[in-house]
């Protein structure tokens, strides 16, 4: 274990600690954005396998114009044991 987490888990009475590392990334465009419209095979897919591997896609209009779409991918998650 890390010795500063660890220091820290003494001093404050704490039994588990969890560090989670994540990926998150986005595309932007500064175009019309997708406005109302219905969501295609094409977005359903990419949303589809985004949960096959446990991460999130959000799609939406962009401030200013255009359409943003981002994916936080989880990495890693690790529980260290019990102090």
Do not use: C, F, Q, Y
Not at 41 to 62: K, S, V, Y
């Amino acid at each position: 274990m890390n010795p500063t987490l660890s220091r820290n888990a003494e001093t404050t009475a704490v039994n588990s600690t969890r560090i989670t590392i994540s990926r998150k990334d986005r595309v932007r465009d500064n175009g019309r954005g997708i406005g109302n419209a219905a969501e295609g095979a094409g977005i359903r897919g990419m949303r589809e396998r985004a949960l096959l591997i446990g991460a999130e896609l959000t799609l939406g209009p962009r401030p200013g114009g255009g359409t943003e779409v981002r994916l936080h991918v989880p990495t890693a998650t690790k529980a260290p044991a019990h102090v």
